[in-house]
C-alpha cells in the first residue's frame, strides 16, 4: 500500500468556529512531512480532519496511490486515490491511515502486549498480525523486555514507543503522529524521530508529522509545513525551512 497524501482548499472547525482556512498540503508518497506552528495553531484540528474525527466544510482531502483499492469504499475515483471524507472514522485504518494521537493513545489498564495486538485486531489473518507483532519487537526492543507490563508502568519513551508500535500494527500506508516528542528527553525523541525515518527508508511509510520540537521535526523530515492560525504560511522542503531564520522568528519564536 502506498499513501500519499493531498489537501486542498480544506476548511474546518468546531461548529461555528472555523479553526483551517483554505489549507492546502501534499505529502508525497513515502515521505515525511512535518507540520509545525505555536500553540492552538491548528495543528491538532488538522489531523482530526484528515482522520474523519471532524469533516471539512469545504475541501477534499485524498490518499493518492494504492490504499483506496480494499472494499470499493470511501469513493475512489474520479480525481484519483481516495475521498477520505468519506471514509468513517472506525474505517481508516482499512485504508491504510494510522494515527498516534496527543497524550499517546495507550490503554494504560492492558499490557504492551495486549496493546499492540489491540493495534492488529481488524487484520483477518492471524498469522499476519503474529509475524508484524515480531517485527515490533524487533523494531522496539524495550517493549520485547517490557511485554507483560502494564501501560502505566511503562516511562515517557517506552509508552511512545508503544503508540508508534500499536498504530504500526496496522500495516499503515500513511502514519500521522500529534507531538510524538511531548514530555520526552531530548535522546528518547531522537531515537523516535529517527525510527520513522527508518520506517520511510525501509517500507516506503509516509508520515505527517505534528511537532512544537522544530527544530528536530525538521531535522527528519523531508517536507516541512508553517501553520500559523490554520493557514498555511509556508510549504518548503524541510532543510530550507530550518535555516529561515526570518521565518523562525516571525511564526515559530526561536
Ligand atoms: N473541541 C474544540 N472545540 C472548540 N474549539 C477547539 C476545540 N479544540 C480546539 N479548539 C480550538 O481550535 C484552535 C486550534 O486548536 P488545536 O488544538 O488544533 O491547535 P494545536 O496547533 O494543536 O495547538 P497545540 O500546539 O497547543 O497542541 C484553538 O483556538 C482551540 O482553542
Ligand atoms: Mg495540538
Avoid: C
Avoid at 71 to 79: A, H, S
Wanted: glycine content about 14%; cysteine-free; proline content about 3%.
Amino acid at each position: 500500500m502506498t499513501g500519499g497524501l493531498v489537501l486542498e482548499g480544506v476548511t474546518a472547525g468546531y461548529g461555528a468556529v472555523r479553526v483551517l482556512h483554505d489549507i492546502d498540503l501534499a505529502v508525497a508518497d513515502g515521505s515525511i512531512t512535518a507540520v509545525v506552528g505555536a500553540n492552538g495553531a491548528g495543528k491538532t484540528t488538522l489531523l482530526r480532519t484528515i482522520t474523519g474525527q471532524l469533516r471539512p466544510s469545504a475541501g477534499s482531502i485524498r490518499l493518492t496511490g494504492g490504499a483506496g483499492g480494499k472494499g470499493g469504499k470511501g469513493g475512489e475515483g474520479g480525481k484519483g486515490g481516495t475521498d477520505l471524507t468519506r471514509v468513517p472514522v472506525e474505517d481508516m485504518v482499512r485504508h491504510g491511515v494510522a494515527l498516534v494521537p496527543e497524550g499517546r493513545g495507550v490503554i494504560t489498564e492492558l499490557t504492551v502486549e495486549e496493546n499492540l495486538r489491540l493495534g492488529g485486531l481488524w487484520r483477518k489473518d492471524r498469522r499476519a498480525a503474529a509475524e508484524v507483532l515480531t517485527q515490533m519487537y524487533e523494531l522496539f526492543e524495550p517493549l520485547a523486555r517490557r511485554r507483560k507490563a502494564a501501560g502505566h508502568q511503562l516511562s515517557g519513551g517506552e509508552r511512545q514507543m508503544l503508540a508508534l508500535g500499536r498504530a504500526l500494527m496496522a500495516a499503515p500506508a500513511l502514519l500521522l503522529l500529534d507531538e510524538p516528542s511531548l514530555g520526552l528527553a531530548p535522546k528518547v525523541t531522537a531515537s523516535i524521530l529517527g525510527m520513522l525515518r527508518r520506517l520511510r527508508d525501509d517500507t516506503g511509510l509516509t508520515v505527517l508529522l505534528i511537532e512544537q520540537n522544530v527544530r528536530s521535526a525538521l531535522a527528519v523530515a523531508d517536507h516541512g509545513v508553517v501553520l500559523n492560525l490554520g493557514r498555511v504560511v509556508a510549504s518548503r522542503p524541510a532543510a530550507e525551512l530550518a535555516e529561515d531564520t526570518d521565518l523562525r522568528h516571525t511564526y515559530l519564536g526561536f
